[in-house]
């Protein structure tokens, strides 16, 4: 396995594997790998004949007062996993070398962006675009990998890379869970062993959720009113929001039918945690 | 010489050239092609293997008002002179096949596309610089050629390709002129005779602030107001600025020093012009 630090290096990696026919797959990471990222590199493994892991813990969409200092970065383990794992090349730039000069050029994906987490991070996804453009730009993958955990995300880069008509592919891989069912994340890393325990509600009041619309019920209404029930179960979680909406659009709906998105973020003691599952009546 | 009208067809035509390890150069122009364009395929055709003129009127760099409906669309002619100089595929699709559903993806350049142009043309530059990411994205060419003329253009796109780190090289060719100095430009056509001889004034004020420059004037102001008088001497012209700015930052400069770009949008008639040159007092 090869580390680039630079962008010509990892350029000069992947045009060689490039020459040799080979298939490009690129799994964008901020570190701190788990087995979520782990589900993601070996999709990629499986379908690419090269694979490329970026660990950059990108300081454009993190907000003020957001966790962008302490954001953990463990790059020997990392480094290590991704060994294991079979990846061909980590691209693990530095700060300055991703943005060398004032940065003036922003991609930003209107309306999707605007629900959910856009309401309470600012300026969160324009910085994930930007640096996913950069990336795609530096990389030239096949294909990127995301997870559905961060199910916006991977809606607003899927419009960006259809809008721009950009060279690739993208790949959502299901949210990997712990045995409590809580989604596996880096920022679980924050939270007591008693914390993670209440955390295991999120993903239980999406289980009723789920339970709710199988039973027939299509009042969005009513099943949010049942999800902050289970929520605030727990005296510690701070509902940021519970959101029942249009799987494509991100819109609120009133009434579920056909492809919804319904999606929780909630703090609990120093950690903001996001879950959601989507759901298709038609099927 | 082929002609493509959709992203698949000149996708596969590129991608057949880049299998023979050809250089590819792209021309992107809204069409109605004149000697200026001339100049920049000829750029491409002495320093590519394999050139592509893309011709698209793009409707989302066009203000409410301006003259989207009436830009020039001569196609069967610019099919001629492409062909004629050497051209290996003209990309010509439709708005449909470009923008096909709601477009919710926007490339944008803070500072830089703010004063000038800007400045009268909202939205006009986040307009061109996402329909260039588009023509990249769907072209993939080593090399991009762009004219002087569209000066400020010219910067907000090597800008961009700067900040996303898009795998190609940005051409800047000088600006055609008439025989009375006028620079070509599709909207020229808008103009009567009388209108046209007027126009050249332009020119003559640009060369005006040379020549005072050369002189040792570094007062901008004082340049400014020389450049004025020059263009009122044409009653029918309505100054829209004349500004003095330097050539990488576009903020306006007080002394002249270093590499600054004189910029000049005038009103004649039915047509908005524009024009500039560049000076660099190092040299």
């Known amino acids: 396995m090869e580390v680039a630090t630079t962008i010509e290096s990892v350029r000069s990696l992947v045009r060689a594997a490039r020459k040799r026919d080979q298939r490009i797959g690129l799994v964008p990471t901020m570190g701190a790998l788990h087995v979520g990222h782990v ?10 004949d090269f694979v490329v892991v970026s660990i950059f813990v990108n300081p454009t969409q993190f907000g003020p007062g957001e966790d962008f200092e302490k954001y953990p970065r463990p790059l020997e383990a990392d480094l290590e996993l991704c060994k294991k794992a ?4 980590v691209f693990a730039p530095t700060p300055e070398r991703m943005y060398p000069s004032e940065h ?6 209107e309306k999707l962006t605007e629900p959910l987490c856009g309401r309470n991070r600012p300026g969160h996804f324009c910085g994930v675009t930007t640096v996913c453009a950069k990336l795609f730009n530096i990389v030239a993958p096949d294909v990127a990998y995301f997870g559905q955990k961060d199910g916006q995300q991977a809606i607003v880069i899927q419009r960006m890379v259809t809008d721009l008509n950009m060279p690739l592919e993208i790949v959502v891989c299901p949210t990997v869970r712990e045995p409590s069912g809580l989604a596996v994340s880096s920022r679980n890393q924050y939270l007591s062993e008693q914390q ?19 039973a027939g ?10 999800m902050q029930e289970i929520l605030q179960q727990v005296s510690s979680t701070e509902i940021e929001y519970i959101s029942v909406v249009d799987a494509e659009t991100l819109e609120g709906i009133e009434t579920i039918t056909g492809k919804v998105l319904v999606a929780v973020a909630v703090k609990i003691g120093p950690a903001r945690l996001i879950d959601n599952i989507l759901v298709d009546t038609d099927k």
Chains 1, 2 share one sequence.
């Open 104 to 109: 003036l050029t922003w991609v930003n994906v």
């Open 196 to 214: 993670k325990t209440e955390a295991a509600n999120i993903y239980a009041s999406l289980q009723e959720c789920r339970r709710m619309i199988d």
């Open 217 to 226: 019920v299509t009042d969005a209404r009513q099943i949010i009113t049942r």
């Open 86 to 89: 079979g990846v061909d090349v």
């Open 39 to 48: 589900s993601l590199i070996e999709a990629a493994v499986k379908n690419d």
